[in-house]
């Protein structure tokens, strides 16, 4: 009968420990055991003005001539792979490229985008 007293008192007294409340932040849960790789997430929530504006857009039809407001080659096929620069030209006219889907959306958009294989047989 002792020993039944002492173990009730023993579960008594350590039952309030082992069942505490026990707090973690959620940055526990993607550490994961790597430490050494930094975030790279950005998320930008834009509540401006400008965001409560409707913006039209008039769909690109092949059989309109666009003026040439830049002065640029309208035939030839421009490419853009870094900043802001269309200067770079990929193919004197739409035919010379080889990839049909490239091709098809520039003929039927008036802009492509993807990546393309170059082919070292045309002029860069």
Known sequence: MRKLIVLSILVFVFTP???STIMADDTELYVAGIDTVAPNVLIIFDNS???NREMSAV???PAYSYP???GIDPNAVYY???GN???KIYRNTI???LCADARDALSTYGFFNGRIMSDSTLSQ
């Open 17 to 19: 420990v082992s069942t």
């Open 95 to 97: 035919g010379e490229i």
């Open 59 to 61: 769909e690109y039809d």
């Open 49 to 51: 003005a400008s965001m």
């Open 68 to 70: 040439n407001v830049l």
């Open 80 to 82: 853009k792979s870094t």
């Open 85 to 87: 620069s269309w200067d």
